[in-house]
């Protein structure tokens, strides 16, 4: 089956906000191939699909700090609203309240995205407990290697006369 979109453009546009993975509205309408504005007109129109831990708008320090840490925005754009965030639970509400091949298609995508996400920081965590089990034979494996590059240090002789000696 072809992508419609790469799942690493996808994964690129997953931030971690509030502690949360989300995607905001202008991320998600370019994927759906939307105008920012009528997913955000769909959204409104289904608020009650829509509860605090499926969307939130983002404040004005989160935006700003976006722009800087991710150059979001192009030199000269900005902002015309504060964006929206939606975790993945409400990337899926968008699927019901968007009705078009596209966004069914590209939901699916996003949802392997974040499958996949999931995965691979689970892998990381097993890979950190695994180190943590083996940690005090890591470090008496690490000190070995140091004595062995630490070049012997040699009794060095005197050379030359001392008063007094014969």
Known sequence: MEQLVPIERIEGKILLI??????LDRDLAELYGVPTRRLNEQ?????KRFPEDFMF???KEET?????????LKRGEHFKYLPYAFTEHGILMLSSVLNSERAILVNIQIMRAFTRIRRILASHEELRRKIE????Q????FEAIRQLMTPPVKEMK????RKGED
Do not use: C, P, W, Y
């Not at 959204?43 to 608020?47: D, L």
């Not at 005197?158 to 006369?161: A, L, N």
């Open 64 to 72: 700003d700090s976006l722009r800087s840490h991710f150059a979001i």
């Open 43 to 47: 959204v409104k129109r289904n608020i």
């Open 18 to 23: 509030r502690g949360q993975k989300v995607m």
């Open 158 to 161: 005197k050379i030359g006369f």
């Open 57 to 59: 708008q983002l404040t």
């Open 138 to 141: 890591i470090q008496v494996i």
């Open 133 to 136: 089990e083996h940690d005090a």
